[in-house]
């Protein structure tokens, strides 16, 4: 059984930074794609960055760029996104994904964690 589990939401002013953390267990994804989501009330969940596991390879939304890094550490089979110059509108939960695959240009996942709040104020 899959378990996702995040940790490092929180309460940050603008211009501030957070760094959330996902522990994986159950399998291992040597050849997917792990990475985040995220998701506000009324509004499907969105992607926000993904890493391959085997060698690292980064991907991220644009609105994310430049501002979002994400890491893993494949001895302890976690997960990092590096949140910096956080903005009011990066308020959402934060959700843990894995595998992630592009099907029509849109991210899918099978596994997801419980997600984690982050809220950014003004």
């Known amino acids: 059984q899959v378990q996702l589990v995040e940790s490092g939401g929180g309460l940050v002013q603008a211009g501030g930074s957070l760094r959330l953390s996902c522990a994986a267990s159950?399998?291992?994804?040597?050849?997917?794609?792990m990475g985040w989501f995220r998701q506000a009330p009324r509004i499907g969940r969105e992607f926000v960055a993904a890493?391959?596991?085997?060698?690292?390879?980064?991907y991220y939304a644009e609105s994310v760029k430049g501002r979002f890094t994400i890491s893993r550490d494949k001895a302890k089979n976690m997960l990092y996104l590096q949140m910096n110059s956080l903005k009011p509108e990066d308020t959402d939960v934060y959700y843990c994904?894995?595998?992630?695959?592009?099907?029509?240009?849109?991210?899918?996942?099978?596994?997801w964690g419980q997600g984690t709040q982050v809220t950014v104020s003004s």
């Open positions: 994904a894995a595998p992630i695959v592009t099907i029509r240009s849109t991210y899918r996942a099978d596994y």
């Open positions: 159950g399998r291992t994804f040597s050849s997917d794609r």
């Open positions: 890493i391959t596991w085997s060698d690292g390879s980064t």
